[in-house]
């Protein structure tokens, strides 16, 4: 727990008043630059009161790698595509976790007081390039001397993690395979998801093993997109919207780059710090919660997220969503945007990307994968195998 | 050991190590952690106090996967197995177990760490070493 969020235990700690999500998917032709023009677009189409040039004081925005498009000092050049020169940008590279940290970077931008109104969000083009580049370009997120040397991808990282799941808690490769059967219903629900379609228990199954136990619908999507939100402190955010989101709860820890050094293979500290920090600044325990996104990178990443964050005890996860708890009409349902898994994974753009679907869930504006009523949600963005994490806690305002 | 001791604490003198066929970690002198990788300042007690410690390389796999879609500079391998091995003296070490069937490999497995010394031709110029069957 860090300074004013200490003061602030059960008050917002910023509003969110709009936001914006591009279309993910296979954009040909389009670069980060165009995507994330096409997010804000959004985020001022709904927000009609304000005006981007004069009102935003700050852009904080998450990207991963210059290495998917030759191109870096990505902030000016994403303030500039949205219009924003020349207000200040910063651009935020903590692996998948970029935007899940921009934003917690606007957060702290709007409550140091400097900022009253700040644009956080995050973007990234992938598909453009082979597979084995993408890989080789994820991976640099990951321990270079002792994990990429030894030849370790991203999928292998969490397929480390999963056998040690298998191994200790009896966890199956078929309870992995309902993560991703579940996420793609989901997605199937969302116009803006890349795969928009379902997959049965058994084509998800047999696909081709990308690093065991880890298969093709245990993986998360290359993707390209974009995403942004709108914030301003709490107190004027009735000026743009009359459904503003209150941010409640932020959190954000850092464990060891490297997988070998951690204390526990089988969970991630750095979101376990994560979660109590922003249940803690939220006022909240778990079971208040109505909806969850949560990183499901690789399914068992889906899983392991149910135990870091309190939705059952260490082991059960396997069975959480086996007894279908997590799906729309279960008692929290995880994903309901289809998650990385069908939705996609731009990697720089998934942290605002989750806290865009929250938001819509929280303003009854999901259409057909609403969730009724829903009062309260939590975003979990992770960064590489879970070098970092931040848990955001978000309430209709 | 006397030229070793003044190695610098880097990732550059463990590999530099390696080419020798040896495992080395650096080990707290104050509170006794056994640094893998070595580092210039102990991660949980601050200390610079530290001194070279000789792995036997043996342990346990405690945990492993097959990779079948790889890198470019490793798609030729594939499938190839990497895992994580619980050394004997505590600290654990990522690598590729050589030498076992893909299907043969089970966690708990004893394994011995062995070295590649071949240097590659550019940056970073480091050696290997990986694990097989004790």
Redesign the interface.
């Known amino acids: 727990m860090r300074g004013r969020l200490c003061e602030l235990l059960g008050q917002p700690l910023a509003a969110i008043v709009s936001a914006g999500l591009s279309k993910f998917g296979v954009r040909e032709g389009l670069y980060a630059r165009e995507l994330f023009a096409e997010a804000a677009r959004e985020a001022y189409d709904r927000c009609p009161n304000l005006s981007p040039k004069r009102d935003i004081k700050a852009l904080f925005v998450g990207h991963k790698g210059e290495s998917f498009e030759h191109q870096g000092h990505t902030g000016p050049t994403l303030s500039d595509w949205a219009g924003l020169i020349p207000t200040q940008a910063t651009r935020i590279e903590n692996a998948c976790a970029s935007s899940g940290v921009a934003l917690r970077c606007g957060i702290f931008a709007i409550l140091s007081g400097m900022c009253d109104i700040v644009m956080v969000g995050g973007v990234e083009k992938m598909t453009h390039r082979t ?3 993408a ?2 370009f994820l ?1 640099m997120a990951s321990d270079f ?9 991203f ?2 990282l969490y ?6 799941h298998m ?1 200790r808690y009896g966890t199956t490769e078929e309870q992995m395979a309902m993560v991703s059967v579940k996420n793609h219903y989901h997605g199937a629900l969302n116009p803006k998801a890349h795969m928009q379609k379902e997959v049965t228990l058994e084509k998800a199954m047999s696909s ?7 298969k093709l619908y245990d993986c998360s999507l290359i993707t390209d997109g974009a995403s942004c939100l709108i914030l301003t402190k709490p107190e004027i955010a009735r000026k743009f919207t009359d459904t503003p989101v209150h941010i409640i709860g932020s959190g954000q820890a850092s464990d060891t780059i ?4 951690r204390e526990d ?1 089988t969970s991630l500290k750095a979101a376990k710090v994560a979660a109590q920090e922003a249940y803690k600044t939220a006022g909240v325990k778990p079971r208040d919660l109505d909806i969850a996104e949560v990183h499901d990178c690789f399914t068992i990443a889906e899983i392991i997220a149910y135990e870091d964050l309190g939705f059952c005890k260490p082991g059960d996860g396997g069975r959480l969503v086996e007894e279908g708890a997590t799906k729309i009409g279960g008692k929290i349902p995880v994903n309901t945007s289809g998650g990385l898994k069908s939705k996609g994974h731009p990697v720089g753009a998934t942290g605002t990307g989750q806290a865009y679907e929250v938001y819509l869930q929280l303003t009854e504006q999901a259409e057909r994968r609403q969730v009724s009523g829903a009062e309260m949600g939590l975003a979990h963005n992770v960064g590489g195998s879970g070098a970092t994490a931040t848990v955001h806690i978000l309430r209709r305002g | 050991m006397k030229m070793e001791e003044v190695r610098p604490f880097t990732v550059e003198s463990f590999y530099k190590f390696v080419s020798e066929r040896k495992l080395m970690a650096a080990k707290c002198v104050d509170c006794g952690f056994v640094l893998l990788p070595p580092r210039p300042l102990c991660p949980h007690c601050h200390s610079s106090n530290l001194t070279w410690t000789q792995l036997k390389g043996a342990g346990k796999l405690e945990t492993f996967t097959i990779i079948h879609v790889a890198p470019p500079q490793f798609q030729a391998m594939t499938p190839y197995v990497v895992g994580i091995v619980k050394l004997h003296e505590g600290p654990r070490l990522p690598g590729m177990i050589h030498n076992v069937k893909p299907q043969e490999v089970r966690v708990g497995m004893d394994l011995r760490v062995d070295f590649d010394t071949a240097l590659p031709s550019q940056w970073p110029m480091w050696p290997r070493y990986f694990f097989r069957l004790l």
């Open positions: 597979t084995a580049e890989t080789e991976a001397p002792f994990e990429q040397w030894h030849g370790l991808t999928p292998g397929a480390l993690m999963a056998t040690a191994q081709r093993v990308i690093a065991w136990p880890l490297a997988l070998h050094e293979l």
